[in-house]
Structures are given as C-alpha cells and as structure tokens.
C-alpha cells in the first residue's frame, strides 16, 4: 500500500462537511459571528426552510477592507492569535473555520460595511477555497449580511437528508435560536421563514432587553416564566469544599420551575444550559437537576434555563467544533453546589406531590 498526502483542496472539503454538520450548525455559526461584532440587532431569514437559501444580517462592527481577501480562508480570524489565548477567549468563535468550510459546501456572498465605508459598502463573493471571487461597490448601513445559499450542494447525501427532514431541521435551528435569542440581552434577534411563494413570517422575534426575563417572555410567550424561581447563587469552591489548590469561583444565574409547575412527563425542550452566555450541552448537570426535581415532584421535569459563568480558564470549551461540549475543572463539586442549593429552594417551597399522585 502506498501512503500519499491528502491535497490541502482535498482535505479542506473532507474536514468542512465535520465542522458544519446541518444547518443548525450553518445557522449557529453566522450568528455567533454577528454576536462576537457587538450588534445589538440579527435577522436571520430563511428561504425555504434553508434549502435555498441562509441570511444572517446585523448592524455589528463590519469587515475591515484589509481583512476581505482573507476572512474565508481555512483558520484565518481576527478573534486569537496564539493557542495559549483559547483558555482566556471570549468571544463565541476562534477557530477560523466557520466561513472557509461554508465556502466548501454551499456558495457564500458576504455584504459589509464599516465605520470607514459607510455609506458605501461592499458586495463580495467566494470561491469553494475561500478566495475572494468578486467584489463590487453599493450603498449600505454599518455591519454585515452573509447569505449562504445551496447548503451541502456538493455532499449528495446530507443535501437529500436536508431536503427530506427540511421542515425538522428548520425546527432544531430555531430551537438553537431560541436560546441565543434567550441569554443574549441587549440584542434584538428576528427570525424570518420566507416559503417557496414568496410567504414572509416572522417566526421569532426577541424585545432585545437587558431582562433575561424579558428575553423568554418574548420567546416562550406571555406564559413562558409561569412557574419559574430564580437562581442566583455565587459559590467559592476553594473554601466551599476546602480545595488546596483552585481558587475556582462560579456563579449560576437563571431560572428553574418550582417544584408544583414543571413540564410534561416527556418533554425537556425548555432545559437550557449556558457557560458564560454559550448555549451548551450539560448532560450531566441536566440529568442531576431533574434527579433533585423529580424528588419533590416525580410526574414532571423541570424547566431550566440556567448560566454557569467562571473564569474561562476552568472551562475548556475547545473539544468538538461546535464547542457544545465543555470539559469544566472540578465538575462533580459544581454540580454539587448547584444540587444543594436546589434542594434548599424546593424544600422551602415544599408543595411536594405525593408518590401514588397520578401513578
Ligand atoms: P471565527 O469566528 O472563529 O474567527 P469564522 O470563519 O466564523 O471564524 O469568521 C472569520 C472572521 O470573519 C472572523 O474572525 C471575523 O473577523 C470575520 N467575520 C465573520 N462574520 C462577521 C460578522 N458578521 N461581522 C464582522 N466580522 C465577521
Ligand atoms: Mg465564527
């Protein structure tokens, strides 16, 4: 067998069909992108459910003139430069990778202007490696509109699987928006579904408030906060659990059904995670939490919408390209902190559901 090295054209289509994986991770990443520019306003409009087309517009910093040879190229960014600054970042993206692996799968046109340029802004487009392939001069407010269009044009399978579960997978993307929409106060996010007639609705359209209560009012609906408690709890785990060495400070924020108004016996929808304002997946701390519910009320989960936020160094964020999962220091005792403290809450409330209630 003869080894051969892979083309750096070949690897970059291998490796951009991992990094985005569906358009929940297409749609993901264009709106970290406008959220790390300090907009205060994203629509993100989807023609056909994404099948045609994915726009996310923002009135955020812009691109910089200098920077649009370079902005879709593999591991090109403007947000780190050393791999020591990962452990201190805090921006949504640092990879590089978002708009260079779209560049591969699907066509990318970008329009931006800047503080600079306004009022002129300019149109540009990509080639599947990320080079710049056209550039023309228009009018335009500050910020940037990146419209991708024919995602997965050239992966056969997940186009078909895409154009199969459209309406499924325009569902789980907005599901993620939601949450975004949720945590991100201060930033007004609009979602818009535009069908193949031509039919405009606005399917998601967030107050842009300072109120993390406000923010899922305007998400989950005038009933969206029955029911929930919120949690504000600060722990030192140093002194807490008596650790030698960490001096490790965490702080949960957000809200959680009380103990008598959870959800439906199978439904765990609204259970939303955060590390320092990234919606994530906790699986561990979600699964704890409904233990410690389902002691004070076993016919329900609880609806959670919670923030853990900590020095960025206690939290590794960087172990799959979607940066969902998060490797955090001294996990256990976190998850130890946060249990205490709900078993005081529901206790306090102490409206306990019977066990043979409903059986
Ligand atoms: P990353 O976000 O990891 O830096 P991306 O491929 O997502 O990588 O984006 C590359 C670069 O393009 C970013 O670092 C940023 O400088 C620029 N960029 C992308 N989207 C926007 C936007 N909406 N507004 C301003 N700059 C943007
Ligand atoms: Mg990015």
Redesign the pocket.
Known sequence: MTIRHISGKDIHHITSGQVIIDLTTAVK?LL???L??SSSQVTVTFRNYGLDSLEVS?N????QED?FDQ?CLKH????LTYFEDVESVS?L????????SLCAISDVAIT?SNKKLKPKAYQLTYDTLGHLSSKSLISGKVG?S?CVSNIFKNLPVRRMELTKNSKKEFQRALTLLQSYAIINTCVRIMVIHIDSRGKKSVVLSSTGSSMLRNNILSVYGPNGMYGLEPINLEVNLKTRFKLKSTEMKIKFTGFISNCSFGQGRSSSDRQLWFVNNRPVGLPKFSKSVTEVYKTFNHLQYPVIIINLEMDPVYADVNVTPDKRTVLINNERLVIESLKEELNALFTNQDTRIPLNEGA
Do not use: H, P, Q, Y
Not at 93 to 100: D, K, P, Q, V
């Open positions: 990443e970290e992108n406008s790390d520019a923002d955020g910093s812009g691109i920077d902005v090109a960014t403007s947000k921006t993206g640092f990879r590089g990778e978002a708009l260079s931006t940037t990146i």
